[in-house]
């Protein structure tokens, strides 16, 4: 692609960002297959009860697509966006197959490596790609348009494999729609996605942002705005881990069926994706750092609530309640990392945050599965949610109000410091 004629923006670019928007609901739909059966499936098929090991499928999930994420980050300067989107999918389509034939819980967890690895290489590409096209004005809403599109497809899928599972049984019926979202995700993408470097050229060319001496040390650790906001993901994916292994397992033993299991679960990333359409705009308006903390807040209040509920109607509300605080703070958790790094290593800061996010999994089902087993599930979620509340603390006392990693005066700089930081 010609640099030259190349233009930054969502406007200029809508049809190719539209096109990444499907793709990246197809991505979310591999998890939807998985969200609401799989620790059923773990129990009647294979006859496993240990919560420790029900949740192996997470940690194993969180572990590689932890590690995938941060090599798309370094990768996808050297073999291009779309060549890594597109491995990505080949490596999707085994997945159904493999749970539907799973003779051991082994199969299980490998298909959950695959999936690791083949949801970092695709969510991953298709966020810097978003990125790359706006270019800077419009990075909170093309963030909150594309976590929208992977999270409402999360729970739509959700819903739909309860609901398959409750007609027509556990397996294989409801792993019957991954078959169809890889097949269709890695098609969409070799016909029409395009790779965006040139983009990143583009606005490399007059960018001003200081480039960070060691990526992975600045943004994991030294940096104050990176670091805050790498373990708030890590915090949020260690909640969203224990809630995608536990609640199953909380709703059956209060005696619901799949289809009830399937709203409750399919609720939470519904409201998170929904949530998103708005907020993504408004971390272009307002205050990240705020965005971050209440965000982070609302998640550890509803789950803390979580043991106490038993009705329907109230566990439903804690589900949406999730849903909103973690839709506060996901595409921010984006925007607030391409605004405080160079373009140039934008892909392997993000890449940095993505691996730590996603170990939140690992280390989520871990925790959880380990605390529920040795003292009840009720302690677990109790443990979580107080470290969710701590990690809104982090962000509160540790993350500066205004983005800046500029040097030098010029208008454009300052203007990039206090936008929009109000």
């Known amino acids: 692609m010609n640099t030259a004629a190349v233009q930054l923006g969502l406007k200029e670019n809508w049809k190719q960002f539209t096109i990444l928007l499907i793709v990246n609901a197809f991505v979310g739909g591999m998890i939807g297959m998985e969200r609401t059966i799989i620790p059923q499936f773990a129990e009647m098929e294979f006859g496993i009860a240990s919560k420790t090991a029900i949740l192996s499928f997470i940690t194993a999930f969180g572990i590689t697509k932890a590690i995938a994420n941060y090599y798309t980050g370094r990768l996808a300067n050297r073999f291009g966006r779309k060549n890594l989107l597109l491995f990505g999918w080949l490596l999707a389509i085994p997945i159904p197959f493999i749970l539907i034939y799973a003779g051991s819980w082994n199969w299980v967890i490998f298909a959950n490596v695959l999936l690791g690895i083949s949801q970092g290489l695709t969510w991953s590409s298709t966020v810097v790609m978003k990125i790359d096209l706006v270019g800077e004005k419009n990075r909170g809403l093309a963030m909150g348009l594309n976590e929208f599109a992977g999270y409402f497809a999360v729970g739509i899928v959700a819903f739909l494999t309860g609901y398959v599972a409750n007609q027509y049984g556990i397996s294989p019926y409801p792993f019957y729609l991954g078959i169809f979202i890889s097949i269709a995700g890695f098609i969409l993408t070799a016909l029409w996605v395009k790779d965006t470097r040139a983009f990143v050229h583009k606005e490399s060319a007059t960018d001003t942002t200081a480039q960070l001496k060691n990526v992975f040390v600045e943004t994991s650790f030294k940096n104050k705005t990176l670091s805050s906001v790498s373990q708030a993901g890590l915090i949020n994916n260690l909640n969203d881990g224990m809630i995608w292994g ?157 983005i800046s990693l500029q040097f030098g005066n010029d208008k454009r700089s300052v203007r990039k410091q206090n936008y929009p930081n109000r």
């Open 246 to 402: 536990l609640l199953p397992i909380i709703l059956v033993s209060l005696n619901y069926d799949n289809e009830n299991i399937g709203i409750i679960t399919a609720i939470y990333p519904t409201v998170w994706g929904i949530g998103q359409l708005f907020t993504g705009k408004l971390s272009d308006h307002y205050s990240k750092k705020d965005m971050l903390f209440w965000g982070m807040l609302l998640q550890g209040l509803a789950i803390l609530l979580i043991p106490f509920s038993h009705e329907f109607y109230m566990l439903a509300s804690l589900s949406a309640v999730l849903g909103l605080g973690t839709a506060l703070v996901y595409p921010t958790f984006l925007s607030t990392i391409a605004q405080a790094t160079s373009p140039k290593q934008r892909a392997e800061s993000i890449g940095t945050f993505r691996l730590w996010r996603d170990l939140g999994y690992a280390f989520g089902a871990v925790i959880s599965g380990i605390t529920a087993d040795v003292f009840g599930i009720g302690y677990a979620i109790f443990l979580i949610g107080g470290l969710t509340i701590l990690s809104s603390l982090v962000i509160q006392f540790r993350m500066p109000r205004k």
